[in-house]
């Protein structure tokens, strides 16, 4: 029997998707707070194979509760499921969750969703640890980033992507994202300079680190992905107008001189950017 761990308020959610859970002989345990979270954990260390965190409703509780997470060396390969507002999404995705539902959703396309991730994870059909060329963490990693710029005396620019549809819980459309976020890599790949550096980091973000690159440039590059994305990507599936790339830009030392300052300001630049939309 499969065990996940859900960070969730409402009361009436819960029982829906409990009852739901358990006739797909799931077991199901609710933590009411990022401290119940990493005591259900504690107390079933080494048996959990997935966490949901609901942060519709609470977003700063919903992504402390992630960064707690992935900060126990122990749990940092647990996959992690949001379910999060649209101008919230890459900010989970950025510090460690690994898929995501927008709502409004049905507690059945829940079911049906975590079903095929558990489904994946059994099959090693998607790998979940974070893809790195190196053993760091993604806040690590950015970190020496930014003191290589430091020594440099130079811009480093941060392009953070991702692919979404207004159809992310059905199984089929999940399988277009992944396909296309593997394919958006390798023309992002393609793409770049020799000094520019790409990450995987989950299943959804496409990371770059763009040295020597002002915020003004970075904008050329994503303008430059965003073509390919749709002259190579986006006409081969149908149904295209559902399918857009979320992404966020952040310039060293122009939004911050810290790996916080700099996530920070990313996170505004991505809600500016949709809400301007």
């Known amino acids: 029997m499969e065990k996940i761990v859900i960070l969730m308020e409402d009361k009436k959610e819960k029982q829906d998707i409990n009852e739901l859970f ?11 707070d990022e401290n119940g979270v990493l005591k259900i954990l ?9 966490i949901i965190i609901d942060m519709v409703n ?12 992935k900060g126990k060396y122990k749990y940092r ?39 095929a991730i558990l489904n994946n994870k059994r099959n090693n059909e998607y790998a979940y640890a974070p893809q790195t060329s190196i053993d760091m963490t993604f806040e690590q990693y950015f970190n020496s980033e930014i003191k290589r710029a430091e020594r440099g005396n130079y ?24 396909e296309m976020i593997n394919q958006l890599a390798f023309l992002v790949k393609e793409n770049l300079r020799v000094t520019d550096t790409i990450m ?7 990371i770059a680190f763009l040295p020597y690159t002002p915020r003004f440039n970075a904008e050329i590059v994503y303008e430059k992905i965003l073509k390919v ?7 081969s599936y149908n149904e295209i107008d559902d399918w857009e790339i979320i992404y966020s830009i ?28």
């Open 250 to 277: 952040v310039s060293y030392p122009q939004d911050g001189e810290n790996v916080k300052d700099l996530l920070f300001n990313a996170e505004q630049y991505l809600e500016n950017n949709i809400a301007g939309r």
């Open 58 to 69: 609470d977003p700063v509780k919903g992504l402390e509760c992630i960064s707690l997470i």
């Open 229 to 235: 994305f749709e002259d190579k990507i986006l006409n």
């Open 200 to 206: 995987r980091y989950n299943k959804s973000n496409i």
């Open 22 to 32: 358990r006739k797909e002989n799931i077991e199901i345990y609710f933590g009411d």
């Open 77 to 115: 390969n647990i996959p992690i499921v949001i379910i999060a507002q649209k101008e919230d999404v890459m900010k989970g995705l950025a510090i460690g969750a690994q898929e995501y539902i927008i709502p409004p959703y049905k507690a059945e396309e829940i079911c049906d969703f975590i079903k």
């Open 155 to 178: 811009d480093l620019s941060i392009l953070i992507l991702t692919i979404t549809s207004n159809h992310t819980s059905r199984l089929d459309t999940e399988k277009n994202r992944i």
């Open 42 to 50: 504690g107390e079933k260390d080494g048996v959990i194979d997935l």
